[in-house]
């Protein structure tokens, strides 16, 4: 791959975390100017540019070095890594970023109540993070199957595909308004800031340098 000058860091092109993102790398002293697509953005005073895309690719975009950072949830960094042969290589939560809080939990069916992971035993959970859930129930010694679901898990029990789902909360409202009641917390989140372990050893690498230390001086000041 053709090796670049400047720094790219990959963010939601719309959704939750788009704003608080763009207003992070504000607070950092970034500039950009939108280009006509939405796609990329130029910076306009430090070597930066942004791309804009489906957060569910940053992970991805990020391993194979056509971004350096990316500003993404901790469930979908969690995901990717767990889907890669060697999990604990290639990608790291850099910083946490203290927005975009939600967790991703296990809930059944209001009237079946909860007594523990042994519940879920030989249930069927429909989820869109197959390898987040498959490790919890690994580390709770459950045996369920794992119903693979790319939207709307949370009407599946309703559907009669699943008996419980794992899906993300933040307020509760999405479960309450689908009869169904949190069980167990998977794992909490956030946005983070995400890279690759060794950062590039070129003036990327220094910009990067940069960039965190005022992102550490932002995150600072707001705690
Ligand atoms: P995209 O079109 O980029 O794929 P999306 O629908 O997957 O968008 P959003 O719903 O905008 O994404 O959520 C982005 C991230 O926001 C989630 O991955 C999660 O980290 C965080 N988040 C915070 N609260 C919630 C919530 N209540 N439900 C879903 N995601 C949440
Ligand atoms: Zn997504």
Not at 17 to 40: N, V, Y
Not at 66 to 95: K, T
Not at 147 to 176: F, H, K, M, N, Q
Request: glycine share 10%; proline share 4%; hydrophobic share 40%.
């Amino acid at each position: 791959m053709k090796s670049r000058d400047r720094l790219r860091i990959a963010m939601q092109k719309s959704g939750r975390l788009t704003e608080p993102a763009q207003e992070l790398l504000a607070r950092c002293g970034l500039k950009f100017r939108q280009s006509r697509d939405k796609l990329f953005c130029f910076g306009e005073g430090e070597p930066v540019d942004l791309l804009l895309v489906r957060d569910d690719d940053i992970p991805g975009l990020i391993a194979e070095g056509v971004c350096d950072l990316g500003i993404v949830g901790r469930n979908v960094l969690r995901e990717f890594q767990l889907s890669q042969p060697e999990p604990g290589e290639g990608l790291a939560e850099l910083r946490s970023l203290g927005f975009g809080r939600c967790r991703l939990s296990i809930a059944v069916p209001h009237e079946d109540g909860y007594d523990g992971p042994a519940q879920l035993d030989g249930r069927a959970i429909a989820t869109s993070y197959p390898g987040l859930l498959g490790e919890w129930l690994r580390s709770h010694g459950v045996a369920a199957r794992v119903v693979y679901l790319a939207g709307s898990v949370e009407i599946a029990p309703r559907l009669g595909t699943a008996d419980a789902i794992c899906d993300l909360v933040s307020s509760g409202a999405t479960l309450v308004a689908n009869q169904l009641r949190e069980a167990a917390v998977v794992i909490e989140s956030e946005a983070v800031l995400a890279g690759r372990r060794d950062l590039p050893a070129d003036e990327r690498g220094e910009i990067a340098e940069l960039l965190l230390r005022r992102l550490d001086g932002v995150i600072q000041v707001r705690d």
